[in-house]
């Protein structure tokens, strides 16, 4: 199957900085990713559609300014939380559809831990 | 948009029997259902899916069935294993749309 890898799989940071977590298609090409955010015993919830050249859509209540999401290329897509608060600790969870299938495969994950 | 539920949110069953997960959805152009398995810390699996042209569909153990009309799929799990211990969750999408929305999770305990 397709693989996503995701990078890196845990970040520790200070509050106030930025973190940015990258997302990768590594053996398909990928014009649509997602970016999912899962806090404990919680379900994903859609953050926003990256898409490659041209700008994100983002779910409502997901703060663009704050979740940067850039698509440059065909199988990278980068999400930066700026300015990031404990409130924001969670696993980011990135996810790519097949080409072929659709079906979605998803990278590792980046648990965020802000002190 | 679309909005999906799942019972129940916990379930333990003795090792060997049968668990089945239950999943409801909204929209009526969601064609597409599949489950993924999660284990603590890791990213979720596809462990199947099923397009809305069938109404079951099966692999080894694991089956899932589907209502359309009723808007509603199952999946079932037959002759439980401590490995099958981990987070279930249903998904739904429409035709044309490649966002998945996902229902919240069952946390399903085989016991030994």
């Known amino acids: 199957g397709a693989v996503v890898s995701q990078h890196p799989s845990r970040v520790i940071c200070k509050s106030g900085t930025s973190v940015k977590i990258e997302c990768r298609s590594l053996d398909f090409q990928a014009t649509t990713m997602f970016w999912y955010r899962q806090f404990p015993k919680q379900s994903l919830m859609l953050m926003a559609t990256?898409?490659?050249?041209?700008?994100?859509?983002?779910e409502q209540g997901v703060e663009k300014d704050k979740f940067l999401i850039n698509h440059a290329s065909l199988t990278l897509s980068t999400l930066t939380v700026t300015s990031a608060h404990p409130e924001d600790s969670s696993f980011y969870i990135c996810s790519a559809p097949s080409e072929n299938t659709g079906e979605l495969f998803f990278g590792e994950g980046s648990r965020l831990t802000v002190l | 948009g679309e909005n999906v539920e799942q019972h129940p949110s916990t379930l333990s069953v003795q090792e060997g029997d049968s668990a089945v997960i239950k999943c409801t959805y909204s929209?009526?152009?969601?064609?597409?259902f599949p489950w993924y398995k999660q284990e603590l810390g890791k990213r979720p699996q596809l462990i199947i899916d099923i397009r809305s042209n069938v109404g079951e569909k099966k692999d080894q153990r694991i089956a899932v069935t589907l209502n359309k009309t009723a808007k509603h799929f199952s999946l079932h799990i037959t002759e439980t294993q401590p490995e099958d211990s981990a987070v279930y969750f249903c998904a739904a999408r429409a035709f044309g749309n490649e966002k998945l929305t996902f229902g919240t999770g069952t946390r399903l305990t085989i016991i030994p």
């Open positions: 990256s898409n490659e050249g041209s700008k994100a859509t983002y």
């Open positions: 929209d009526s152009a969601s064609n597409y």
